[in-house]
Structure formats: C-alpha cells, structure tokens
C-alpha cells in the first residue's frame, strides 16, 4: 500500500470514530499515530479538443440544471481557466460583455481579478443570460438553476460525472474513474502553452503572465503545467528552465503576476 493511499484510508476510518465520538457512543478515538504521507502526484486530466467536444454533444436534460446553464458554465470555466467557486459566485455585474472582461470574486465576496474573454464565450454568456433572466428572477449571479436557485458544486459535480460517463471520457490514474470540472481549468492553462509554442510566442514571457491571469500567487505553480504539455514541444520549453534563478525569483516578486487584463492575449483555443 502506497502512503498516499495509506493516508486516505486512514482518514476514512478517522471520520468513522469521529462521529461516534461526537455523538458521546465512545470515549476515545482508537486510532494509530498518521503517518507521513507523500503529496499526491500532480497528474491532472488534460481534455482533448475530441474531448471537448464529445462532452459538448453530450449535454442533455440533467437534475435541476438545464443544457444550456451546463453548457455556458463549463464553456466558462474552460475559456477563462477559473475554479469552480469563482464561476459559481460571477455575478451579473462582474460581466463586462461591451468590453469582453469579467471579474472573479474570492469566497469571500471580494473582487479578485479582472479576466478578457474570447468572442465566442462573449456571445454564449450574452445569449444565456438574456434567455435565462425569467428563472433568474432578484438574483444577481449569472449561473442559477431551472428555478432560479443558485448552483450548487455536488449538482453541477453529479451532472459532470454523468457528462463524462455518455461521452465515454475516462482517466486511468486517479481516484476518480471521470475527470473531475476542476480539470477545465488544467487544460485551459495546457492548451494556452500548446498555442504559444505553436505561434512561436516565448513561454518565458508569456508564463508569468498566464500565472497572473488564473490567479496563482507564486510562478512555480503555474511551471507544473509545463510537464503536461506535449512531448512534442518540450524542446521548445526547455528554455524556460534555463534561464537563471535569479530571474525567475525577480519574476515572481515582481509586478508581472499582477498585470492587467489587456495584458493577457488569448490564444485561439478549440471552442473559439
């Protein structure tokens, strides 16, 4: 047994006595001093542009959560590499469809970054939102269910699951035999570094950019989408990890991971 899966045993059965515990059934929780174990593996599902599509042609009528809400939610966060509670909370006023910007909040409620977005999820967000402002009612999020109700992530969790299952999109190494929606945002990032390379754009300038636009605090969490990318473009960014230490620590404490919106050029993605 690895230690990753020892560890998720582990906190299996911990919750198991926890609750019987909390309700006073037992006096002591009879578990084993953990282990340590080592972090999971970064080995997130990267859809293919086949991908994309089969799950696109595979929306149906699914539990309180009509085709067209599913289809503009996961066009959302593949277009715009957001998590799942960021596209949840958008709210009608963070959408900017003139300027093709949108604004992601934190859970908190606090505005966080300011995204452009491509044309074709301009036109989708503008079309789903007038068509869907009955059932919308006072609210003002963007995303609601067929009565109006905010969405919620077990929901849109089941109906992904179900998506996956009809376009026969499975993973081999992970818990989960289906991807999960958190994994739009993996490809988001893949593909923009696929298209770069493609276009002969310097990944070197352009990562720090694409860190600052999904919202991540340090350069190395956005480098661990470099090993996803191609064998056939490793060549290309190699060059990445050349380049000296100090200049990828400047990278970092600089400004570059704060730069505005219009600094951020979207490449031609497959739904755009």
Not at 78 to 105: F, N
Not at 243 to 263: D, N, Q
Request: proline share 7%; aromatic share 10%; net charge positive.
């Amino acid at each position: 047994m690895s230690a990753y899966t020892w560890w998720r045993e582990y906190q299996i059965i911990r919750s198991f006595f926890q609750f019987w515990h909390s309700r006073k059934k037992i006096t002591q929780i009879p578990m084993p001093r953990p282990q340590a174990a080592l972090p999971p593996p970064f080995r997130p599902y990267i859809f293919s542009k086949t991908d994309l599509l089969r799950l696109h042609m595979a929306i149906e009528r699914t539990r309180l959560v009509d085709p067209m809400t599913m289809r503009t939610f996961l066009l959302f966060l593949y277009g715009t590499g957001a998590r799942v509670h960021e596209a949840i909370g958008l709210r009608i006023s963070d959408v900017d469809l003139p300027g093709r910007l949108v604004s992601l909040r934190q859970p908190d409620g606090k505005r966080s970054r300011m995204l452009p977005i491509g044309r074709t999820l301009r036109n989708t967000l503008d079309l789903y939102i007038q068509s869907s402002g009955a059932p919308r009612g006072a609210s003002d999020l963007v995303f609601v269910t067929s009565n109006g109700k905010p969405l919620r992530r077990c929901t849109l969790r089941y109906n992904f699951v179900r998506l996956c299952r009809r376009a026969r999109i499975r993973q081999e190494h992970a818990y989960s035999p289906t991807p999960g929606m958190h994994d739009l945002r993996h490809t988001f990032a893949v593909h923009c570094l696929e298209a770069w390379v493609r276009e002969g754009k310097s990944i070197r300038q352009k990562l720090p950019v694409l860190s600052g636009y999904m919202g991540h605090a340090i350069l190395k969490s956005t480098e661990l989408y470099l090993r996803l990318v191609p064998e056939r473009f490793v060549k290309s960014i190699s060059l990445v990890f050349r380049c000296p230490r100090h200049f990828r620590s400047r990278v970092e404490s600089s400004g570059c991971l704060r730069r505005s919106a219009s600094a951020f050029v979207l490449p031609t993605l497959p739904y755009e």
